[in-house]
């Protein structure tokens, strides 16, 4: 068996792994710690706030049908919030993986890929998202079954 | 937050061998007998970590470093690790026994559980050149890469340079690391690729950034920026838990964290 040379002690020879990636600059993962905090606090307010008037005013869940979501989107201020949570749970959610992809995968080919799949499913389900909670309209023109008991007759 | 309970940062039980009164007033220190399970690897003979078991009688003021001492000179002169002045100063001795990150040399055999096989192992995270023996080279390598010395552009004064007690208290506990590399090889974000500058090397850039003497904390500050700097700290306070001085290292990071904040933000 021969004998694998091994190099001597402090011979400057260090494992090309531990070299630290240049590029790295910028405030970018400054910025995203910073709006993890920072988006963390205000969805704890509009999370249990959506969750108190959905659940708990009025008729409570029972009252959650078709009719109740359309009513509460037909309200700007209902549209926003909505809109607020969801741009925010999606991104805080989005940066979460990407921090917990960045320390468990160990190769960069995997991280690429994994995180292409996370940004891809995030931008679809935002552009999605905020599509329905602007062009919702619980009373389409030209339909004529079907059509909740609110909806004028046409 | 708290410590996420891992083999890392569970408590130790108490003292498990109850020394009487009189050890240390000249009477018989009782013994007791240990097994000692250590990682050995030799690459020279194969690339295969093994565990080796060691029965050994202990005494009751003994310490790890004293069993691997008493493997390495009457058992296997071939186990290798590193040892310089024995007492927890110059951090050559930092392992993983039981699974956590200590000093051999700070830990009494009767303070683990020697019912059990104790284990002993190589810090994780750097690359082990043989048996208990890394290559500490990255760890440097982050270290020298925050200026670990006193940067000050001034005139150089003819005397001392002036401190109140309260600036020096300041850093006071972050001068107290000893290079063990206890705290960054048990940090689970350094040993997914080693990027990561680490605790300690976040812990002495701390020592001169907020030391009023220097002058180049913005440059430090700018260095642990980085997409490897203090943001890829999560906070798991292993570094705290692991560090064999004391040193409130988490904290220490999240000042470091908070100061490139309120300068930039």
New interface residues.
């Given amino acids: 068996m021969a004998t694998p040379i091994i190099d001597a002690p402090r011979s400057g020879k260090i494992d090309v792994k531990y070299n630290r990636s240049k590029g790295g600059k910028g405030s970018f993962e400054m910025v995203a710690w910073l709006f993890m905090r920072l988006s963390g606090v205000v969805l704890v307010v509009l999370i249990f706030g959506h969750l108190f008037v959905n659940l708990m005013v009025g008729d409570g869940v029972h009252a959650i049908d078709f009719g109740f979501v359309a009513g509460k989107w037909a309200s700007p201020f209902w549209q926003i919030w909505d809109l607020l949570m969801l741009w925010l749970a999606m991104l805080h959610g989005t940066n979460g993986v990407r921090t917990i992809i960045n320390d468990y995968a160990e190769r960069n080919g995997t991280r690429m890929a994994l995180k292409t799949v996370l940004y891809v499913a995030t931008v679809v389900i935002i552009v999605l998202g905020t599509l329905v909670i602007f062009t919702f309209d619980p009373c389409p023109a030209g339909a004529v079954t079907d059509l909740p008991s609110f909806c004028t007759a046409r | 937050m708290s410590p996420i309970e891992t083999a890392e940062t569970a408590p130790e039980p108490a003292s498990k061998i109850e020394l009487p009164a009189h050890v240390g007033g000249g009477g018989e220190i009782p013994t007791f007998n240990i097994t000692l399970r250590v990682r050995r690897y030799n690459?020279?003979i194969s690339e295969d970590f093994s565990w080796e078991d060691y029965e050994l009688t202990m005494y009751g003021t003994d310490r790890v470093l004293d069993a691997l001492h008493k493997i390495k000179w009457e058992h296997d002169g071939s186990l290798s690790f590193r040892r310089s002045c024995a007492h927890g100063v110059c951090g050559s001795d930092a392992m993983r026994i039981n699974g956590r990150n200590r000093l051999a040399c700070k830990t009494l055999l009767k303070d683990l559980d020697t019912k059990k096989p104790i284990t002993v192992e190589a810090i994780k995270g750097l690359?082990v050149?043989k048996d208990l023996i890394v290559?500490m080279?990255?760890f440097f390598?982050?270290y020298r890469?925050i200026m670990p010395f006193l940067i000050n552009k001034g005139h150089e004064p003819t005397r001392e340079r002036l401190q109140s007690a309260e600036e020096r208290a300041r850093f006071d506990d972050t001068t107290k690391c000893i290079l063990c590399a206890a705290c960054t090889s048990s940090c689970?974000?350094f040993w997914?690729?080693?990027?990561y500058f680490g605790p300690a090397a976040i812990v002495n850039a701390h020592r001169f950034i907020f030391d009023s003497r220097d002058d180049a904390g913005d440059m430090r500050l700018e260095i642990l920026?980085?997409?490897?700097?203090v943001?890829?700290c999560?906070t798991t306070f292993n570094c705290t838990e692991a560090c064999p001085r004391g040193i409130q290292v988490t904290q220490a990071i999240s000042e470091v964290?908070q100061a490139?904040?309120s300068r930039?933000?």
Avoid: M
């Fill in positions: 690459p020279e690359p050149e290559d080279e990255p390598q982050s890469e689970p974000v997914t690729d080693g990027q920026n980085d997409k490897e700097g943001w890829r999560r964290k490139i904040l930039r933000v």
